[in-house]
């Protein structure tokens, strides 16, 4: 399941995926030729909270999709960046805290975290959620306006998950390393950069830092 980067907020506008058509000149035949982003950040970048909602949208509509798939595959690989896999436990769980620095789920270089889908009893995995709101569907035409999933206060994505493998490094022959977590004190410096260099012109891409 690929996902967006998380850039943060900024008055100039952050780079964006490649179109598919330009995607394929550099993966002939490697690519579905139908695929449509469920999802886009917009240009601007977005807040924590908007970054929660983003993730929370997205994941909401992959496992919507998993559950009506004949197949019915029972694994979904997510390949993302740290601030994505913070906010993917996060909304998978149901538990948000009440500090957005809180280091709940670790996220160091090629961690690797497992969340298995909450049992109801008397039924199976998969399907409709008993209880759970209709979500709208994203219009690209305002990316800003994420969708509400309700997925606070510990209901978690559609039914709720639990993590039972947390940020696992110990397959590295170095552990665990570069862990990033979400801090204000790193937001606010990152946007205070991206402010600096936007007003002096510069047209560099920016990176967050790691610990």
């Given amino acids: 399941?690929?996902?967006?980067?998380?850039?943060?907020?900024?008055?100039?506008?952050?780079?964006?995926?490649?179109?598919?058509?330009?995607?394929?000149?550099?993966?002939?035949?490697?690519?579905?030729?139908?695929?449509?982003?469920?999802?886009?950040?917009?240009?601007?970048?977005?807040?924590?909270?908007?970054?929660?909602?983003?993730?929370?949208?997205?994941?909401?509509?992959?496992?919507?999709?998993?559950?009506?798939?004949?197949?019915?595959p029972r694994a979904l690989l997510i390949c993302t960046h740290a601030a994505s896999m913070i906010c993917v436990g996060r909304v998978l769980t149901g538990r948000m805290p009440e500090d957005v620095?809180?280091?709940d789920f670790r996220c160091g270089t090629c961690a690797l975290s497992q969340f298995v889908r909450r049992k109801r009893e008397g039924k199976e995995?998969?399907?409709?959620?008993?209880?759970?709101v209709e979500v709208d569907v994203w219009d690209?035409?305002?990316?800003?306006?994420?969708?509400?999933?309700?997925w606070e206060d510990g209901r978690?994505?559609?039914?709720?998950?639990?993590?039972?493998?947390?940020?696992?490094?110990s397959?590295?022959?170095?552990?665990?390393?570069?862990?990033?977590?979400?801090?204000r004190i790193s937001l606010s410096l990152f946007s205070f950069v991206a402010t600096f260099l936007s007003v002096c012109g510069a047209r560099t891409r920016l990176f967050r830092w790691t610990s």
């Fill in 101 to 103: 620095n809180e280091e």
């Fill in 1 to 72: 399941m690929p996902d967006s980067e998380f850039y943060g907020l900024a008055r100039f506008d952050h780079p964006s995926p490649a179109s598919l058509d330009v995607l394929h000149t550099h993966f002939p035949a490697a690519l579905h030729a139908d695929y449509a982003a469920l999802i886009m950040p917009s240009v601007n970048g977005e807040s924590i909270a908007a970054l929660h909602d983003r993730i929370a949208y997205t994941l909401h509509r992959v496992i919507e999709a998993l559950d009506n798939d004949p197949e019915a």
């Fill in 125 to 132: 995995l998969g399907g409709e959620v008993e209880g759970e």
């Fill in 156 to 169: 978690g994505v559609k039914g709720g998950w639990d993590c039972v493998i947390n940020g696992d490094c």
């Fill in 171 to 183: 397959f590295l022959s170095g552990g665990e390393e570069r862990t990033w977590y979400v801090s």
């Fill in 140 to 150: 690209k035409s305002a990316p800003e306006r994420i969708p509400k999933v309700h």
